[in-house]
C-alpha cells in the first residue's frame, strides 16, 4: 500500500501493530496515552506473552498504567467506587473484564481497577518490583504465584493491602446470589422406576 505522508514508515510486521496518522494539533493526547499503551502491549508480548491473557484487567491495566495523559482520573473512579463498597475481588478467579461498565455504569472498568494495582504496586514496592512482575510472569509461573513471591505476602493479603490503599474494606463484599426465575415455569421431568419388563 502506500505509505501515508506523515507516517515516518511502513509498519514493521514485527511490531503487529500499524502506525496511524495525526491530525494536525492532535499530536500530545495520542502519544501520551494510546501510542504508549499500546507499546506497553508490544512490550507484554515479547516478554510475558503467557503471562498476559486477553482482555483482561491485569494486560488492560498494565498498558494504562504505561499512559502519561488520561482520559479522566482514573484512579479517582476507582476509589469512588472504593468508598462506596462496590469494588470487585481483584485475585480471587479473574476479576473484572477490561471491557464493560462498572458499577458506576462507565465502561473501561477493567481498564481502570487495573491501573489502580499497578500503581499500587509502583507505589509501594516501586519500579523494580514492576519490572520482576512482568518478567517472572513470562516465565509461565502463574499470576498470583508471582506477585507473593514478589511482593512477600500471600495473596489475601496483597488483595487487602491494594483494597486498603483505596478507601475500601479490606475484604471485598459477599454478594448476595441473585435467583433467577422463570415465567413461565417450566415442568420438571419425573421418571418412576419400573419394573424391568420381561420379553
Excluded: C
Excluded at 87 to 97: E, F, I, R
Excluded at 116 to 123: I, Q
Amino acid at each position: 500500500g502506500q505509505r501515508h505522508p506523515r507516517l515516518p514508515g511502513p509498519p514493521a510486521p514485527a511490531w503487529r501493530a500499524t502506525p496511524h496518522p495525526l491530525s494536525s494539533g492532535a499530536a500530545a493526547a495520542p502519544a501520551g496515552a494510546t501510542v504508549l499503551h499500546e507499546v506497553a502491549h508490544m512490550y507484554q508480548d515479547e516478554y510475558a506473552a503467557a503471562g498476559f491473557s486477553p482482555g483482561t484487567w491485569w494486560i488492560e491495566g498494565n498498558a494504562t498504567f504505561f499512559e502519561l495523559n488520561q482520559q479522566y482520573d482514573y484512579e479517582q473512579r476507582v476509589r469512588n467506587i472504593a468508598s462506596s463498597g462496590r469494588l470487585p475481588t481483584l485475585l480471587k478467579g479473574s476479576g473484572p473484564g477490561a471491557s464493560g461498565s462498572g458499577p458506576d455504569g462507565i465502561g473501561r472498568y477493567g481498564y481502570d481497577v487495573g491501573y489502580t494495582f499497578w500503581k499500587w504496586v509502583a507505589v509501594n514496592y516501586g519500579l523494580d518490583a514492576h519490572r520482576e512482575i512482568i518478567e517472572k510472569v513470562g516465565t509461565g509461573i502463574d499470576r498470583n504465584g508471582v506477585l507473593e513471591e514478589v511482593l512477600g505476602m500471600p495473596i489475601e493479603d496483597i488483595e487487602r493491602q491494594w483494597r486498603i490503599w483505596l478507601g475500601a474494606s479490606a475484604e471485598p463484599p459477599t454478594l448476595i446470589p441473585t435467583p433467577t426465575f422463570r415465567f413461565p415455569p417450566t415442568v420438571t421431568p419425573f421418571q418412576y422406576p419400573t419394573s424391568p419388563s420381561s420379553e
